[in-house]
């Protein structure tokens, strides 16, 4: 696990436990796979890290599904969509 620091899609610096997920096609985004924060049964959720955005989110057990997950939403949907729901967000340290 390793520690990234981000600016959540409300703008709010939060920092995440969790491993980056690389997808073909879009190196120059990094996903993190990360706990869900945000469900009280837990789980876990793929944010796009400069925007903040989470992407795709799973229920607790299924993690090794998140990036076939990733991806599949990814194709569905088409990077030039992604780039215009990210928008130009400054990159998170």
């Given at each position: 696990m390793e520690k990234f620091?981000?600016?959540?899609?409300f703008g709010q610096p939060q920092?995440?436990?969790?491993?980056?997920?690389?997808?073909p096609g879009f190196e120059e985004?990094?996903?993190?796979l990360h706990a869900w924060l945000y469900d009280k049964r837990g789980g876990w959720a793929v944010t796009e890290?400069?925007?903040?955005?989470?992407?795709t989110s799973g229920p607790a057990g299924t993690e090794h599904t998140a990036l076939e997950q990733?991806?599949?939403?990814?194709?569905?949907?088409?990077?030039d969509a992604?780039?215009?729901?990210l928008g130009q967000g400054r990159l998170s340290s």
């Open positions: 620091l981000i600016q959540n899609e920092e995440l436990l969790g491993e980056e997920l690389v997808v985004l990094q996903f993190i890290r400069s925007s903040g955005k989470r992407i990733l991806e599949r939403q990814l194709k569905l949907h088409g990077k992604l780039m215009r729901v």
